[in-house]
């Protein structure tokens, strides 16, 4: 079982910068992917950014050349960088762990932007 823990949420003006973070406990594998997924009001949740172990990363496409997504080394914690954030940003974000079938999320954190 792998539990995650987000932190980093908050409200902040269009323009501005956020920093989410995620760390990882439990029976941890290094061969994971970890990523950023989240669900606005009334929407499906979606992906935001992954990262596989190797290191290779997916954006959503509304997101590319904003959001960047990083790891540590060990792999058990992932952040997303947020920048030149959006009002529709605004959502709840979900951080995802998977590895062989296994997949956890976290709690969420919101985010909020107001124009």
């Known amino acids: 079982q792998v539990q995650l823990v987000e932190s980093g949420g908050g409200l902040v003006q269009a323009g501005r910068s956020l920093r989410l973070s995620c760390a990882a406990a439990?029976?941890?594998?290094?061969?994971?992917?970890m990523g950023w997924y989240r669900q606005a009001p009334g929407k499906q949740r979606e992906l935001v950014a992954t990262m596989t172990s190797m290191g290779r990363t997916s954006y959503a496409d509304s997101v590319k050349g904003r959001f960047f997504i990083s790891r540590g080394a060990d792999k058990k914690t992932i952040d997303l960088q947020m920048n030149n954030l959006k009002p529709e940003d605004t959502a709840v974000y979900y951080c995802?762990?998977?590895?062989?079938?296994?997949?956890?999320w976290g709690q969420g954190t919101q985010v909020t932007v107001s124009s």
């Open positions: 995802r762990y998977s590895n062989s079938g296994v997949i956890s």
């Open positions: 439990g029976i941890v594998s290094s061969l994971n992917s």
